[in-house]
């Protein structure tokens, strides 16, 4: 079964301090992971997009890791500001599948000043 | 620049009321989705259109119809609504190709009593 799998669900960190969030999936096969951003009352944001070939991805504080082999990714997030209080959701991509996306469940983030 | 506007945000109704959820993005995207995202659970695919004049089922389409009335606007029906059916709606769109994101609106917020 296709499945995207997030931990913790949720973690409470001071801000300046930096986090990482889990994502393990079982989704084939395998196209690419997404990580968005969701804030309260909000639509999805995309983070980042990673292909097979890819096992790093930057985009501002936020980085990803792919470990296409063990099918797990990461999400770490560098000097927290109370502004990434969010879920955070990893989405995986079918190959063949057309933009067919598994998402996770989410991890709640929350920074306190 | 508006991206993808859904209305209504709220909407509150009986069992068996019917109501059209509006969708409309300005990206010249030919691909729209509608979900639902609820407490606990990742985002599940209600339907999805590729291209205009076509509609497909996603993962859970029953009790729902969708219109795909031009590429700018995709719309979905509940003809009878059920308790079940209480949820966040959310419509997304995206570009060509498999690795592209896809961007979301803020959603509509539906229970139904």
Redesign the interface.
């Known amino acids: 079964k296709n499945q995207v799998e997030q931990s913790p669900q949720s973690l409470i960190i001071l801000e300046g301090k930096n986090c990482t969030l889990q994502c393990n999936y079982t989704v084939s096969p395998f196209s690419n992971l997404r990580w968005y951003k969701q804030d309260t009352g909000r639509g999805p944001v995309s983070l980042t997009i990673m292909t097979f070939s890819e096992n790093t991805k930057s985009n501002g504080r936020y980085t990803a890791t792919l470990d296409a082999d063990t099918k797990q990714s990461s999400l770490h997030i560098t000097a927290s500001q109370l502004s990434d209080s969010a879920s955070y959701i990893c989405v995986v991509s079918r190959n063949n599948a057309g933009n067919m996306l598994t998402f996770g469940g989410g991890t709640r983030l929350m920074v306190k000043p | 620049n508006a991206g993808?506007t859904q209305t209504p945000k709220f909407q509150v109704l009986k069992t068996g009321q019917s109501m059209t959820l509006q969708c409309a993005q300005d990206m010249n995207h030919n691909?729209m989705y509608w979900y639902r995202q609820d407490p606990?659970?990742?985002?599940?695919?209600i339907y999805?259109s590729?291209s205009e004049g076509t509609t497909d089922k996603?993962e859970v389409p029953n009790g729902y119809n969708v219109s795909r009335l031009n590429k700018r606007e995709f719309s979905l029906r509940l003809e009878s609504a059920a308790p079940s059916q209480t949820s966040v709606y959310?419509c997304?769109s995206?570009g060509p190709g498999?690795?592209?994101?896809?961007?979301?609106?803020?959603?509509t917020r539906l229970s139904i009593l």
């Open positions: 993808v691909s606990g659970m990742g985002l599940r695919l999805y590729a996603g959310f997304a995206s498999g690795h592209q994101p896809q961007h979301f609106g803020d959603g």
